[in-house]
């Protein structure tokens, strides 16, 4: 089955300064990769996603880029704010039926203000 | 309009006992999908309900459980509890089966098994 890994684990940064957050993937079905966010007493939330047939996609501050070859994903925050800290989660999946997403570990990011 | 909702926030329970969680999903949304979350760690895929049916089983075992009513409301059950089920439960809806699109989180449920 798939296996997701991310690092780091934790993150800290200056505000202002950008993140990045990395993914490895190990199964070569899978076509989508959401990025979810989780903030202190809620549940994970989608910030942005992005799908096998696209290599890159930005939305205002945050970008995700994908590479399909070397089953790696990654996880752009540009200009961080203090409310970009939380926890964030990749995620991988097949997409079809019966092929949930498979998660990873997490990564606490912390924006120093 | 309401997003994911799920009942109790919080519980505590001793081992051997079972519990029941309960969500609703947003309107409009038949599919529903429950995962564990344990401390430090990525929500992990337990099941996932559409119609009424099971569609999909993660890697748990028998002792848990789950349905989804005609209101497309769903309860996880979990029978004869261990220590190593403490967790946040979530849940999570959408519009469709497969998961290759937003999956709606609701705030989860946290259970502390004693």
């Known amino acids: 089955g798939e296996n997701v890994e991310q690092h780091p684990s934790t993150l800290s940064v200056q505000e202002g300064d950008s993140a990045v957050i990395k993914c490895t993937y190990s199964?070569?079905?899978?076509?989508?990769f959401p990025w979810y966010k989780q903030e202190l007493g809620k549940g994970p939330q989608l910030i942005i996603d992005i799908r096998s047939n696209v290599g890159e996609k930005k939305d205002q501050r945050i970008a995700v880029t994908l590479n399909k070859t070397a089953k790696h994903f990654s996880l752009h925050i540009t200009e961080t704010q203090p409310e970009d800290s939380a926890v964030y989660f990749c995620a991988a999946s097949p997409g079809g039926p019966f092929t949930p997403l498979v998660f990873g570990k997490g990564t606490r990011l912390s924006v120093i203000a | 309009d309401a997003g994911v909702t799920q009942s109790p926030t919080h519980l505590i329970k001793t081992r051997g006992q079972h519990v029941t969680l309960r969500c609703s999903p947003i309107s409009g949304h038949k599919s529903v999908s429950w995962y564990q979350q344990v401390l430090g760690q990525g929500p992990q895929f337990i099941f996932q309900?559409?119609?009424?049916?099971?569609?999909g089983r993660g890697n748990f075992p028998d002792r848990f459980s789950a349905r989804q009513f005609p209101n497309y409301s769903s309860e996880l059950n979990v029978n004869a509890l261990l220590l190593g089920d403490s967790a946040l439960y979530l849940c999570?809806?959408?519009?469709?089966?497969?998961?290759?699109?937003?999956?709606?989180f609701g705030p989860g449920t946290r259970l502390t098994v004693l």
């Open positions: 199964d070569s079905a899978s076509n989508y």
């Open positions: 999570a809806s959408s519009l469709k089966t497969s998961f290759d699109n937003e999956q709606f």
């Open positions: 309900y559409y119609e009424k049916e099971e569609r």
